[in-house]
């Protein structure tokens, strides 16, 4: 197990609502990364935050926004929720410079 | 193009059987990969990772192979145990922040 936590396990939200996903690093990581995945596929890249600031973002709309705090825990935020967006979203935390990252046990978000 | 894949699906095998899952990449840059595991339910865990500069890592039961000739890695899994039926990943490293994920393998063992 590593040490990255997420909150909530599961959540329930209609279209059009606004969602707030939460993760704890794991102790000595620097730097927080965001996951979507999506039934049966591998996860896909959001963005990473590093420093409190956004490091790289992957090919997701600006409703996709984060936020890094200085204990390094973050916060994922989607704005006007869609169908597609139902999925796992997952956190990762790492060290910046290091290739590894360390995955928390992920938030299962369900859109009707 | 930035991409990674897997060749297979899915891989059955008889418990106490060697497991070789491969995956291929298109990125003749890349220089960092990492294998995860990801059980129903959980998220990916790190298995192994391996750097550019070298073709060969071994760990626990589990090796890594990576050709840069021809763009492939496999990953090799000795005496197949059930706890090691899940979903593999590879994943390449891009710019040192974003890791390029596969669509995955499915390995179920059978008893």
């Known amino acids: 197990e590593t040490g990255v936590t997420q909150s909530p396990t599961h959540l329930i939200k209609t279209r059009g609502q606004q969602v707030t996903l939460r993760c704890s690093s794991q102790s000595g990581h ?3 990364s965001w996951y979507q995945q999506a039934l049966g596929q591998g996860p896909q890249f959001i963005f990473q935050y590093y ?9 997701f709309p600006p409703r996709f926004s984060g936020l890094q705090f200085p204990n390094y825990s973050s916060e994922l935020n989607v704005n006007a929720l869609e169908l ?3 999925a796992l979203y997952l956190c990762a935390s790492s060290l910046v410079g290091e290739g590894t990252q360390y995955f928390g046990p992920g938030t299962r978000l369900l859109v009707l | 193009g930035e991409s990674v894949g897997l060749h297979l699906p899915t891989l059955s095998v008889q418990e106490g059987d060697n497991s070789i899952i491969n995956c291929a990449y298109s990125n003749s840059a890349s220089d ?11 998220g990916p865990q790190f298995i192994i990772d391996i750097r550019s500069n070298m073709d060969k890592r071994q760990g626990q ?5 990576l050709n840069k ?3 492939h890695l496999s990953l090799q899994i000795a005496a197949t145990q059930p706890g090691d039926s899940a979903v593999y990943f590879c994943a390449e490293n891009i710019n040192d922040y974003k890791l390029s994920f596969g669509a995955g393998t499915t390995v179920t063992v059978r008893a």
């Open chain 1, 30 to 32: 620097n730097t927080v």
């Open chain 1, 51 to 59: 420093r409190e600031e956004e490091n790289g973002r992957g090919n």
């Open chain 1, 84 to 86: 597609d967006d139902s």
């Open chain 2, 32 to 42: 960092y990969f990492i294998w995860y595991k990801q059980e129903s339910g959980k």
């Open chain 2, 61 to 65: 039961r589990v090796t890594v192979l």
């Open chain 2, 69 to 71: 000739t021809v763009k």
